[in-house]
């Protein structure tokens, strides 16, 4: 129980650090090395809350789901960043 809680928070400190640099410096984030980290980020949040809530149907933890809550708001975040490189690049 507690492993589970520290990955979980582990994870979504992580999620809020690519919140920081997608607020601060995006240039950054938008490497090579930084959409890895991004992407396997959201992956490994996804992962994690499924396989926790295929092991307990109704027993899920506070910290189960605050990483369920970033893991998908990381989600968002990389979908407006496409929205926003689409309308970027398509201007004159």
């Known amino acids: ?3 589970r809680r520290t990955a979980n928070y582990s994870l979504c400190a992580i999620h809020l650090g690519i919140l920081a ?3 601060a410096a995006w240039e950054l984030l938008f490497t ?11 992956l490994l949040g996804a992962l994690f809350f499924i396989l926790q809530r295929r092991q307990r149907k109704n027993v899920l933890d506070k910290s189960d789901w605050i990483l369920g809550i970033s893991t998908v708001f990381m989600i968002v975040l990389a979908l407006v960043s496409l929205l ?3 309308a970027v690049s398509s201007m004159p």
């Open 1 to 3: 129980m507690i492993l």
């Open 21 to 23: 640099f997608w607020l």
């Open 32 to 42: 090579k090395v930084g959409l890895m980290i991004w992407g396997s980020s959201a």
């Open 84 to 86: 926003i490189e689409y």
